[in-house]
């Protein structure tokens, strides 16, 4: 079971990019990288998910470079409402099995 | 849509007693998690449903801790006894295979304090 290594905490400004990046250099070749957010009180939520490359959406972009060992989450110009716990995970091919760990915990100022 | 129901929110009993999770997964999803949860820690796995059938439990305290899902909808986890250490956010989530690989829904969980 693949497990991940993430910076504990992280601070930014409203209206800044930020990047946070997750280590995982025991994943597998069938192995998927998803990433959730959690506010306080609420169960986390998926946010994106990616095999190699660069995959993008509505709320944020990964970057998971070519040897797969890392993955960086940029999220474009945080607001406040952005402080949230983020969750880097690496899951078997069908993913029912995976490690959360203790996720990385931004604070975007005002 | 409707979300991931759970019920209660919080739960606050004494040492020994017994306590009762309830979970109503999304509609249509047939694989149904229970998660504990410590305070600033991520989610760990207890058990996996697919369907009524749980497909993983091994990470279940099988001596206190069990669960169920009759119908292959919704869930129960019961803790009997309770333990001190028992203290936590229990969550339940479920998927799809029609979702992306690792997509889950989560509810929001239900705060068990055992005194």
């Known amino acids: 079971l693949a497990k991940t290594t993430q910076p504990i905490s992280m601070d930014s400004y409203e209206g800044q990019e930020v990047n946070i990046t997750c280590s995982h250099n025991?994943?597998?070749?069938?192995?998927?990288i998803t990433w959730y957010q959690q506010f306080p009180s609420q169960g986390p939520r998926f946010i994106i998910q990616?095999?190699?490359t660069k995959v993008t959406n509505e709320v944020a972009s990964l970057f998971i470079p070519a040897d797969r060992k890392s993955s960086t989450l940029s999220l474009p110009r945080v607001s406040l409402s952005d402080t949230a716990v983020y969750y880097c995970?690496?899951?078997?091919?069908?993913?029912?099995?995976?490690?959360f760990g203790s996720g990385t915990k931004l604070n975007v100022k005002p | 849509e409707a979300g991931v129901v759970q019920s209660p929110r919080y739960k606050i009993i004494e040492k020994k007693q017994p306590v009762a999770f309830w979970c109503n997964p999304i509609?249509?999803?047939?694989?149904l998690y229970w998660y504990l949860q410590n305070l600033g820690q991520g989610p760990e796995l207890l058990i996996r449903?697919?369907?009524?059938?749980?497909?993983?439990d091994s990470q279940l305290p099988k001596d206190r801790f069990s669960a169920e899902r009759l119908k292959g909808v919704d869930s129960t986890l019961k803790i009997q006894p309770a333990e001190l250490g028992d203290s936590a956010v229990y969550l339940c989530?479920?998927?799809?295979?029609?979702?992306?690989?690792?997509?889950?829904?989560f509810g929001p969980g239900t705060r068990l304090t055992v005194t």
């Open positions: 449903y697919e369907n009524e059938e749980a497909v993983d």
């Open positions: 509609s249509g999803h047939n694989t």
């Open positions: 990616g095999y190699k």
């Open positions: 025991n994943i597998a070749t069938n192995d998927y």
């Open positions: 995970l690496v899951g078997e091919g069908n993913f029912n099995k995976f490690y």
């Open positions: 989530a479920s998927s799809s295979s029609d979702l992306a690989r690792g997509e889950q829904y």
